[in-house]
């Protein structure tokens, strides 16, 4: 994903706001009783709960999918418990699979994503349901093999953490998942925002690095390029 960057102007469009919050897993698990955060999951949540083996990666799916539903819920105006999930896939412009979009009871909808590694989840929302977004965080680990990952062009470990980044939150964003055929960047730019295109979407995206812990890299991307981040950690 790399080009010939051209600076271009914000377009005359409403700028849309987008939220993101750190989740730090530890103490997100400690500060909430097991069964309040099992009780807000659905059927889907908890079987795939069931099946993680491993206490310490139930706890991390807990405490992430508390702070995530509780978060929806308070957008929503509704407890985090009734908050739904329907999917729509960006590729093949199908229902009931694909990326899911959070949904209220009277049928009020959300664009959010979610993304976890390591110790912490980022979690993204934005103020507009018609601006979809996504968010990838990924832990950098030295000695990484980039050979084997079509959207990293190489170079030093933390530059492909974030070029890893940029492109799941872009194809996050657009619900078509990754392919062998990465995102790539057009050569525009919007202040800190640089447009994209993604495989299987006809529009453009735009995608820019977001404040995280050390040793971890973290992207977000939208279907605006007038979009406002703004950043905060997760209290429950």
């Given at each position: 994903m790399s080009v010939t960057l051209e600076a271009a102007p914000l377009s005359p469009t409403r700028t849309v706001g987008v939220r993101i919050w750190t989740v730090a897993t530890a103490p997100a698990a400690a500060a909430v009783p097991y069964d309040e955060a099992y009780a807000v999951l659905d059927a889907s949540e908890r079987a795939r709960l069931a099946g993680m083996r491993r206490v310490g990666d139930r706890m991390r799916y807990l405490a992430i999918h508390h702070a995530f539903r509780t978060l929806l819920g308070r957008r929503l105006g509704v407890p985090a418990e009734e908050v739904s999930f329907r999917r729509h896939c960006g590729k093949c412009r199908e229902d009931g699979h694909g990326k899911p979009r959070p949904v209220g009871p009277d049928g009020r909808d959300l664009s959010a994503?979610?993304?976890?590694?390591?110790?912490?989840?980022?979690?993204?929302?934005?103020?507009?349901?018609?601006?979809?977004?996504?968010?990838?965080?990924?832990?950098?680990?030295?000695?990484?093999?980039?050979?084997?990952?079509?959207?990293?062009?190489?170079?030093?470990?933390?530059?492909g953490f974030e070029q890893w980044t940029r492109a799941e939150a872009l194809v996050k964003a657009a619900g078509t998942g990754l392919s062998r055929t990465p995102p790539r960047y057009t050569g525009r730019v919007f202040g800190a925002w640089r447009a994209a295109t993604v495989p299987h979407s006809a529009q453009e995206w735009y995608v820019r690095s977001v404040r995280c812990p050390d040793g971890y890299a973290a992207s977000v991307a939208s279907a605006s390029a007038d979009t406002r981040v703004s950043t905060a950690a997760w209290r429950s």
């Open positions: 994503s979610l993304s976890h590694s390591g110790a912490y989840a980022l979690i993204a929302l934005s103020d507009s349901p018609g601006v979809e977004v996504g968010v990838d965080i990924e832990r950098v680990r030295p000695h990484m093999d980039w050979s084997a990952i079509p959207c990293v062009d190489g170079g030093r470990t933390t530059h």
